[in-house]
């Protein structure tokens, strides 16, 4: 098992990738903290530890290194997988919906990063961040979305270069379309679900959205030993939609 021994924190671990992600750890034997918004998370399992709470408040987020320093220890992986979409024109775009996704895609990152890096052992460990296609290429409507996950990639980036010395990893997964039940929602608000799928899926060259099970089998490559000389990455699992 590639985590055996191996200690994790999942954000954002309520549905789509970050319960595929839990569900891989899990299998791979990982002894697992789990936080999302929800009071309850029906898909953890009697040895996970789950802690509700908002990543966008600091003192929940010290808290919860501390809960994670008294219940394990050390931190070996933590999966960055929480964040906020909110599709508006720019000229259209309420500051306060601006300022949440900001806060909920980025700047909450730097406050798991800032409080889970301590935890991590002498011997390392591997922070993956989940972006986004549009933190690497523009789109209309999606303009402080595309902001907020370019931001996460370039602050993976630079702690990955300053936590070098630590031997703490730093990488970013950048997804495409993948098949969530928030994105089969969005479909199904369409007046033509399938015409909608269809029109999405043919932007992608692999003609297809993604599974959460294929982004978390790359959230696993890097957080596994297997990715051991991998840090300041971006690793694109979009069928192909940033190659044009």
């Known amino acids: 098992m590639r985590l055996e021994k191996v200690t994790a924190l999942v954000t954002g671990a309520s549905s789509g990738i970050g319960e595929a992600v839990g569900a891989h750890f899990r299998r791979e034997g990982a002894r697992l903290m789990l936080t999302g918004r929800r009071e309850r998370l029906n898909t953890a399992r009697p040895d996970d530890l789950y802690v509700p709470g908002d990543l966008n408040d600091e003192a929940f987020v010290a808290a919860l290194a501390n809960r994670a320093a008294e219940s394990f220890g050390t931190v070996d992986v933590v999966v960055l997988n929480h964040g906020l ?46 972006g986004s296609r549009l933190g690497m290429v523009g789109k209309p409507g999606e303009v402080l979305y595309s902001a907020a996950k370019g931001g996460l990639i370039m602050l993976a980036k630079g702690a990955a270069i300053e936590w070098a010395p630590r031997n703490i990893r730093v990488n970013v997964v950048a997804p495409g379309l993948t098949a969530t039940p928030i994105i089969e929602a969005s479909f199904q608000r369409s007046t033509d679900p399938e015409a909608y799928r269809r029109e999405r899926e043919a932007q992608i060259p692999l003609q297809r959205l993604a599974t959460p099970e294929e982004i978390a089998d790359a959230v696993l490559f890097l957080a596994s030993s297997e990715s051991s000389y991998i840090t300041g990455a971006v690793l694109p699992v979009d069928g192909g939609y940033t190659a044009f």
């Open 85 to 130: 979409q909110v599709s508006s024109p720019l000229m259209e775009m309420a500051y306060e919906d601006a300022r949440d996704v900001l806060h909920s895609n980025l700047l909450s990152a730097f406050l798991v990063m800032k409080h889970f890096a301590p935890l991590m052992p002498t011997a390392g460990g591997s922070f993956v961040c989940v």
